[in-house]
């Protein structure tokens, strides 16, 4: 084993290493090897960060927009300059191939553009002469300390999703990325230390559950953004609400690809395998389940099978040829494979099968190979839970009407995506499909970072969603003035006229 990276805290501008704290292992999934241990931090350290960020917040609030910007423009130029070693460090600490964590840190990096227009987003409304003589206008102000917890999937992107714009805002933040992949936003807090941002305005902190409660209960933090499964995300905005914060909060998804009859065959079997085995399916915009309608079936899925069966899965640390990486963790790889066996013992065919993928070059890997279900009924576990995995159900259906209803059921309402050659049958699924992300012909439709993140049901609790406006709205109060000025001494009782 070679020697473990460390995993440092960054408060107030000072870096240090935590000793006597329990810690849980960051692992290279490629290689199934430890390469770090985050410390499980607790109330006390939270406090301490919630302090810097408070001292620092009254001169960032006073730093005019546009000095604020600046900044955020050189971390973005500076961050080009460590792309390659950013994306190296996704892979390395998640085991998503170099191109998917290319685009990891591509999108991250498309936030901190978007907040670069901080003095155009945060100008406000006004009108003049809203009553006669009188004018009324809107400001906005940032919230002051805010908190960002973060999931394993997208090491670089979903941090970025957050801190840059709470920031442009104003706002001072404490991040506490995922336990289990805290290395590339130390690598990028480091980065944000050489652009010039000053101390206390990013913090950093480590830990799991406890960390996260005394995030959501300090009285100092006034807002949570968070991402993760659904469970946690009704818990962290259940409980940051009742603690007087807003709380914007991103959870699971199943999200469901209708496959129509005139669907082009090779462009919808490409964006079908991209969408559900990009990322080994640990994306919440992954399709989990195709809906092949009619003849759909016959035609599309065979080109599926075929370009799954050629995807080479490996160490993607180390093997530029693998198309396909491990998954996060050797309990993770368990659950997946079980979830299989459980809907293949319910009646489900899988026309491939992932559960035996062998490695030779890196054996202890958490591999789980690209697997399709077919004949996958409504009431079959890989239908009902989010399994987070390279498995894709597929269903059977007779028509669009019946498919939107089947989609329509789902607990959740992340992304869904329609194939097909028809105006008519996409405009009615986007009329009628109850999610909050629609692709036509698309498989992933993740919006870039000036569109809101919109899931919709279980995948979004709260009312401002992460990315575009609504962000700034979300990291932001608004102060509506009303104002009438006077001739000096008109209208007074002291007036000798
Ligand atoms: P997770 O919910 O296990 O963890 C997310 C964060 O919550 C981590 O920082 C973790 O430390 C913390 N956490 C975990 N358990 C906790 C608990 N009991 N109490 C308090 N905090 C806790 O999620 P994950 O496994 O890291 O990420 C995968 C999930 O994230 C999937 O469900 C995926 O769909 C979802 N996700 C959603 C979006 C979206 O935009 N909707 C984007 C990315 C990922």
């Given at each position: 084993m070679s020697k473990l990276l460390p995993v440092p805290l960054f408060i107030g501008g000072e870096w240090s290493n935590v000793s006597g704290v329990a810690t849980t292992p960051v692992h290279n999934p490629s290689i199934g090897e430890v390469i770090a241990e985050t410390p499980l931090c607790g109330a006390d350290t939270i406090d301490q960060a919630v302090r810097a960020a408070a001292e620092a917040f009254p001169k960032w609030m006073e730093t005019p927009p546009v000095e604020r910007a600046r900044i955020l423009m050189k971390l973005k130029v500076m961050l080009e300059d460590h792309f390659e070693e950013l994306a190296q460090s996704v892979t390395r600490e998640h085991g998503k191939t170099l191109a998917e964590a290319r685009g990891d840190v591509r999108r991250g990096l498309e936030n901190i553009e978007f907040a670069c227009g901080a003095p155009s987003l945060l100008m406000g409304e006004s009108l003049e002469n809203v009553a006669r003589g009188i004018d009324c206008d809107t400001i906005r102000q940032p919230l002051g300390v805010v908190a960002g917890i973060t999931p394993f999937n997208f090491p670089a992107m979903v941090p970025l999703w957050m801190w840059p714009m709470a920031i442009a805002c104003g706002n001072t933040f404490i991040l506490k990325p995922s336990e289990k992949v805290p290395l590339t936003s130390i690598r990028i807090a480091q980065i944000a230390e050489k652009a010039g941002?000053?101390?206390?305005v990013l913090n950093l902190v480590h830990g799991g559950r406890e960390a996260v409660d005394a995030i959501l209960t300090h009285p100092t933090i006034k807002a949570v953004s968070f991402v993760g499964s659904t469970p946690i995300a009704k818990y962290i905005y259940e409980t940051g609400t009742a603690h007087g914060k807003r709380v914007q909060a991103a959870g699971g998804a199943k999200n469901f690809v209708l496959i129509m009859p005139d669907a082009d065959v090779t462009n919808s079997a490409t964006g079908l395998v991209e969408s559900a085995f990009g990322c080994a399916g640990e994306r919440?915009?992954?399709?989990?389940t195709a809906v092949a309608i009619g003849d759909a079936a016959h035609t599309v899925l065979p080109a599926l099978v075929d370009v799954v069966s050629k995807i080479r899965v490996g160490p993607t640390d180390r093997d530029p040829q693998a198309q396909m990486g491990a998954v996060i963790t050797r309990k993770h790889a368990d659950r997946v494979c079980n979830l299989i066996t459980q809907a293949a013992d319910q009646g489900a065919k899988p026309l491939t099968d992932g559960r035996h993928t062998k490695v030779e070059s890196a054996p202890k890997g958490f591999y789980v190979g690209p697997t399709v279900l077919d004949h996958?009924?409504?009431?079959?576990i890989t239908m009902k839970e989010?399994?987070?995995?390279?498995v894709l159900n597929v269903v059977r259906m007779e028509d669009l009407d019946s498919a939107i209803e089947l989609a329509n059921?789902?607990?959740?309402?992340?992304g869904a995506a329609i194939f097909t050659r028809s105006g008519k049958a996409a405009r009615e699924f986007r009329h009628r499909i109850q999610a909050g992300m629609v692709g036509v012909n698309i498989g992933v439709p993740a919006p870039m970072a000036f569109f809101p993140f919109s899931g919709w049901h279980q995948s979004f609790f709260g009312d401002l969603h992460i990315q575009g406006r609504e962000s700034v709205a979300f990291y932001t109060q608004q102060k509506v003035t009303t104002t009438r000025w006077f001739s000096y001494g008109e209208g007074s009782i002291w007036s000798d006229k």
């Amino acid at each position: 084993m070679s020697k473990l990276l460390p995993v440092p805290l960054f408060i107030g501008g000072e870096w240090s290493n935590v000793s006597g704290v329990a810690t849980t292992p960051v692992h290279n999934p490629s290689i199934g090897e430890v390469i770090a241990e985050t410390p499980l931090c607790g109330a006390d350290t939270i406090d301490q960060a919630v302090r810097a960020a408070a001292e620092a917040f009254p001169k960032w609030m006073e730093t005019p927009p546009v000095e604020r910007a600046r900044i955020l423009m050189k971390l973005k130029v500076m961050l080009e300059d460590h792309f390659e070693e950013l994306a190296q460090s996704v892979t390395r600490e998640h085991g998503k191939t170099l191109a998917e964590a290319r685009g990891d840190v591509r999108r991250g990096l498309e936030n901190i553009e978007f907040a670069c227009g901080a003095p155009s987003l945060l100008m406000g409304e006004s009108l003049e002469n809203v009553a006669r003589g009188i004018d009324c206008d809107t400001i906005r102000q940032p919230l002051g300390v805010v908190a960002g917890i973060t999931p394993f999937n997208f090491p670089a992107m979903v941090p970025l999703w957050m801190w840059p714009m709470a920031i442009a805002c104003g706002n001072t933040f404490i991040l506490k990325p995922s336990e289990k992949v805290p290395l590339t936003s130390i690598r990028i807090a480091q980065i944000a230390e050489k652009a010039g941002l000053p101390p206390g305005v990013l913090n950093l902190v480590h830990g799991g559950r406890e960390a996260v409660d005394a995030i959501l209960t300090h009285p100092t933090i006034k807002a949570v953004s968070f991402v993760g499964s659904t469970p946690i995300a009704k818990y962290i905005y259940e409980t940051g609400t009742a603690h007087g914060k807003r709380v914007q909060a991103a959870g699971g998804a199943k999200n469901f690809v209708l496959i129509m009859p005139d669907a082009d065959v090779t462009n919808s079997a490409t964006g079908l395998v991209e969408s559900a085995f990009g990322c080994a399916g640990e994306r919440c915009m992954a399709s989990s389940t195709a809906v092949a309608i009619g003849d759909a079936a016959h035609t599309v899925l065979p080109a599926l099978v075929d370009v799954v069966s050629k995807i080479r899965v490996g160490p993607t640390d180390r093997d530029p040829q693998a198309q396909m990486g491990a998954v996060i963790t050797r309990k993770h790889a368990d659950r997946v494979c079980n979830l299989i066996t459980q809907a293949a013992d319910q009646g489900a065919k899988p026309l491939t099968d992932g559960r035996h993928t062998k490695v030779e070059s890196a054996p202890k890997g958490f591999y789980v190979g690209p697997t399709v279900l077919d004949h996958v009924l409504p009431d079959m576990i890989t239908m009902k839970e989010e399994v987070f995995g390279p498995v894709l159900n597929v269903v059977r259906m007779e028509d669009l009407d019946s498919a939107i209803e089947l989609a329509n059921r789902s607990i959740y309402g992340n992304g869904a995506a329609i194939f097909t050659r028809s105006g008519k049958a996409a405009r009615e699924f986007r009329h009628r499909i109850q999610a909050g992300m629609v692709g036509v012909n698309i498989g992933v439709p993740a919006p870039m970072a000036f569109f809101p993140f919109s899931g919709w049901h279980q995948s979004f609790f709260g009312d401002l969603h992460i990315q575009g406006r609504e962000s700034v709205a979300f990291y932001t109060q608004q102060k509506v003035t009303t104002t009438r000025w006077f001739s000096y001494g008109e209208g007074s009782i002291w007036s000798d006229k």
